[in-house]
């Protein structure tokens, strides 16, 4: 420590305006960049929805009935993600469960896998002729259909379990950001370890259970690989239909257009949920908590993980592992497709890079607008998200390679594509890991007169480290599977992953297409894997 | 204040070490970049990979010309090139069926092309002006389980499947194979909307089962969900290579019969290719016996030139071809559309 000399104090600089020309060029530049990238393909899909007038084969009844299904899946899927999740990431962070950081890193696993190979999984196992009903029919000698995945439960129920990892990879971010010496005083005065956690941990959990809770809603409303491998009429479906079969763009803009209004209306209902009560840690502290002994619960505990864990990741890599057959058949695909695997890890490690970047400069920049700028801002990327793959590659073939001819045609528009989609992602970790900072700490810094890129880069970056590499992990791994965008926007002979699974799928070639699903589950999950080791280490 | 200096240092030392790693990762992948594209033949390929790509390779091999492949699906590489039709990047463009050749033609995205070997292909396979031409073909077929249907009682025309015996044993894919839409679009074109109109009721009422795709079909039927499924020819052979018991049936072919309908996978030049001359010379080069052994041999598909082995398949010109032209499919679509999914949504 320094002697001390006379105290002075800075003029506290309001955090609602950014002062300076430095900040508030920046704001400007993020605020059109952004607005750049996201709105040229909505504000295509609002003119050729217009240019459509009428549904064409769509009724309104049928379009009513489409809301109703899409959105029953949504919330559906969103619940049981929920309850997935939230015990699994208590466990995981605050109890000394066995195996803990095995089971972290696992639990991310599930977003590695595809919606669509898991639900090819499942109908392997669970379909009318599949497994579980043969194997029981000749059990109990009496040829039946014991249980059915087709259909709107089945979807429920495969959505869920590839989406609760958004909502774990959050809360658990966030329960280890949280200063546990809350926690620790209330168990100290004798509540219970389930008053605590729902007295104090669960309120204090809310920002990131809601930006979770939204990426595996928006998740199910926009994904059209599970849904219709499992047979439930979906909004993407049905674009799928007027795109494919009634070859008919404006039918499928004016659906899409649909799909992303309510996507709106999702957002407000967020942000006002979000307004109403908010929690910050005291200090900034990210001291680890001391883990509380689950004593005789332990093996339970540890039962349910394992279950959790079966569930969305044995059972699926399982079935997977049986297609591929010999070892020998494997190495074989991998040295003649080992390129693809290069393709994949450039195109999502540059869209996570700039998602991680982006992301931390917007949640600050949101922050220090006025509310509404600021909601402006991240409400745009979040629509990002909602807009069908399909529908916004086609919508970026015809932007990109009219005005920005030399972008289209190389892997800048498959970026491009990956940061419309995935952007938020970034945005709603960081800002709910903002959230959970006490304003009061910023507001020091700032009155000793810290400029707020200081403030950014030696407060608030050390802070929300953590959740920093979440959101790359979690926009890396959204890139590595993405396959609707890439299927269109792909140079010619620049093929991905899933692009490679999915050529593999149609041509009825299982043994390739689990060697490539194989391959791109682990290429996805190994920088996570990475990430949890480094962060084991005290290196990041 | 010291220690707030050291830690800060250290931050930033590990940031720089990190975005070296980063840097130098990316700088290793980006040879993975795809190499400057001007004189290569670019083909946009709706048709599988495992049929396509051996015939470019093939071709590759016999002209130096270098190719650059895109596959993807039939309908989706379809609005690709109407995307794009201000500055195109395709030269050629492969589609698993004819009725959308006609839908690009009419719209001016294809590029006539006629030659001795185009001509050489049957009238009813390739466009009238030029614009495609079919390069192999695939019937529409009944398939069936053989464990549950004794061959004796396989129905020899699909206009039995309305008998109630066949309740709840069908299965068709729905209207997102285009090949699906094209056989109840030549059903409307020669027996007319009302009969098939009654056709399709009979069919619904025996609860026919409308799947996603073809795929799902004669798996479903292999694997015994479904005893009879209405689908192309190539799946029975899929079938039998993955060890299911099926059985095949060319349906309607007594003389003067409704026939099956035959639908050509085609292939034209994009208007405004950047390299016409390399796509000619690879669309002969498709339809030479070389070529068409190949491609056919690949996935049990009917050459459409005279004189090649069609191996297992057996010769196109043993089937009784329904009478549609690609002009009647193309013209008769919408309308076909409206019926199916006014009988039910799922179509």
Redesign the interface.
């Known amino acids: 420590m320094t002697q001390a000399g006379p105290l002075t104090l800075a003029p506290a600089t309001p955090l609602a305006s950014a002062s300076g020309w430095l900040p508030r060029i920046g704001t400007l530049a993020l605020l059109v960049g952004m607005g750049l990238l996201v709105l040229p393909p909505l504000l295509y899909l609002a003119a050729a929805a217009v240019k459509a007038g009428e549904l064409g084969a769509v009724t309104i009844v049928s379009l009513v009935g489409l809301a109703f299904t899409t959105l029953s899946l949504a919330t559906l899927a969103t619940i049981w993600a929920m309850l997935l999740a939230l015990p699994l990431a208590w466990l995981v962070i605050r109890t000394d469960l066995p195996f803990r950081t095995l089971c972290r890193w696992l639990a991310v696993i599930p977003l590695a896998i595809p919606s669509y190979i898991g639900a090819m999984s499942y109908i392997a196992l669970l379909g009318p002729v599949g497994s579980v009903n043969t194997w029981l029919s000749a059990l109990l000698g009496t040829p039946q259909q014991w249980v059915n995945i087709y259909g709107f439960w089945g979807g429920v129920f495969v959505l869920g379990l590839f989406t609760y990892p958004y909502i774990f990879l959050l809360v658990s971010a966030a329960l280890e950001a949280t200063n546990p010496a809350v926690e620790e005083t209330a168990r100290s005065l004798g509540d219970s370890p389930l008053g605590v956690f729902r007295r104090v941990t669960l309120p204090m959990l809310r920002p990131s259970m809601l930006a979770g809770g939204l990426l595996a809603f928006l998740y199910a409303l926009s994904d059209f690989g599970s849904p219709s491998l499992l047979r439930v009429q979906v909004f993407t479906t049905a674009i799928y239909h007027q795109l494919n079969t009634r070859f008919d763009q404006a039918a499928a803009a004016m659906l899409s257009f649909v799909l992303v209004l309510i996507t709106i209306a999702v957002l407000i209902g967020q942000h006002m949920l979000l307004r109403r009560r908010s929690y910050v840690t005291i200090t900034g502290t990210a001291r680890v908590a001391r883990p509380l002994h689950l004593g005789r619960w332990r093996w339970p505990a540890a039962l349910l993980a394992g279950m959790v864990l079966s569930l969305s990741v044995f059972i699926p890599l399982g079935v997977l592992l049986a297609q591929t057959g010999s070892l020998g058949h494997f190495l074989e695909v991998v040295r003649e497709q080992g390129d693809y695997i290069k393709n994949s890890l450039l195109i999502a490690g540059l869209a996570a890079t700039l998602a991680a970047i982006l992301g931390l400069l917007i949640a600050f920049t949101a922050r220090h607008t006025p509310p509404r700028t600021g909601a402006l801002l991240s409400g745009t990327i979040q629509i990002g998200y909602a807009i069908p793959g399909t529908v916004l590659g086609l919508s970026l073939i015809l932007l990109y390679n009219t005005y920005i001819p030399w972008l289209y045609g190389t892997v800048g528009v498959l970026v491009v594509a990956y940061l419309i989609r995935f952007l938020t992602q970034s945005v709603q970790g960081v800002d709910a890991a903002l959230t959970g900072i006490n304003p009061h700490l910023e507001e020091a810094a700032r009155s000793l007169a810290a400029s707020p890129w200081r403030v950014l880069r030696r407060v608030l970056a050390p802070l929300v480290r953590p959740t920093l590499f979440a959101v790359w992990a979690l926009v890396f791994i959204s890139a590595m599977k993405e396959l609707d965008a890439t299927l269109l926007l792909r140079p010619a002979g620049f093929d991905t992953l899933p692009v490679r699974v999915y050529i593999h799928t149609v041509e009825a070639e299982y043994a390739r297409a689990a060697v490539m699903a194989l391959l791109l589950i682990a290429f996805t999950a190994l920088p996570w894997m990475v990430v949890t080791r480094l962060r084991e280490k005290k290196l990041v | 204040?010291n220690f707030q200096l050291r830690l800060?240092v250290n931050?930033n030392f590990?940031m720089t070490v990190?975005a070296g790693v980063?840097l130098a990762?990316?700088a290793g992948?980006?040879p993975?970049?795809?190499a400057d594209?001007a004189d290569r033949l670019?083909?946009?390929s709706g048709r599988?990979?495992?049929a396509i790509k051996p015939v470019v390779d093939a071709f590759t091999k016999q002209t130096g010309v270098l190719v650059?492949?895109?596959?993807?699906?039939t309908?989706?590489l379809?609005?690709?090139i109407?995307?794009?039709k201000?500055?195109p990047?395709?030269d050629l463009y492969i589609s698993t069926e004819s009725g959308?050749m006609e839908?690009l033609s009419k719209e001016g995205l294809l590029e006539p092309y006629q030659s001795a070997a185009t001509k050489a292909v049957p009238e009813d396979f390739r466009s009238a002006t030029g614009t495609w031409t079919g390069i192999s073909g695939r019937a529409r077929i009944t398939l069936y389980n053989a464990n549950l249907v004794p061959e004796k009682a396989a129905p020899r025309s699909i206009f039995e499947l309305t008998n109630p015996r066949w309740k709840g044993k069908l299965a068709i894919a729905?209207?997102?194979e285009?090949t699906t839409?094209a056989w109840a679009t030549a059903l409307v074109a020669l027996k007319g909307e009302a009969f098939t109109r009654d056709f399709l009721k009979g069919l619904h009422a025996n609860d026919l089962k409308i799947?996603?795709d073809n795929?799902e079909v004669w798996q479903?039927v292999g694997?015994?969900?479904f005893a009879i499924g209405l689908t192309n020819s190539p799946n029975y052979y899929?079938a039998r290579q993955?060890n299911l018991p099926v059985g095949v049936v060319y349906p309607d072919q007594d003389a003067g019969g409704f026939g099956t309908p035959v639908n050509p996978n085609a292939v034209a030049v994009i208007k405004g290719a950047a390299n016409p001359e390399a796509a000619h010379k690879f669309i002969d080069f498709l339809l030479s016996a070389e070529g068409q052994r190949i491609l056919v041999t690949q996935d049990y598909e009917f050459p459409l030139i005279a004189n090649v082995d069609s191996s297992e398949v057996p010769p196109l010109k043993s089937i009784q071809r329904t009478a549609v032209t690609a002009q009647q499919l193309a013209d008769l679509e919408?309308a076909t559309?409206?019926l199916l999914?006014s009988l039910n949504?799922?179509w």
Do not use: C, H, Q, W
Request: aromatic share 4%; proline share 3%.
């Open positions: 204040m800060g931050f590990r990190l980063l990762g990316v992948l980006l993975a970049l795809p594209a670019v083909i946009y599988k990979e495992k650059d492949l895109k596959v993807g699906k309908s989706g379809a609005n690709e109407r995307m794009e201000a500055r990047r395709g959308i839908i729905g209207t997102r285009r839409l799947l996603t795929t479903g694997r015994g969900e899929l993955n919408e559309l409206k999914t949504p799922n």
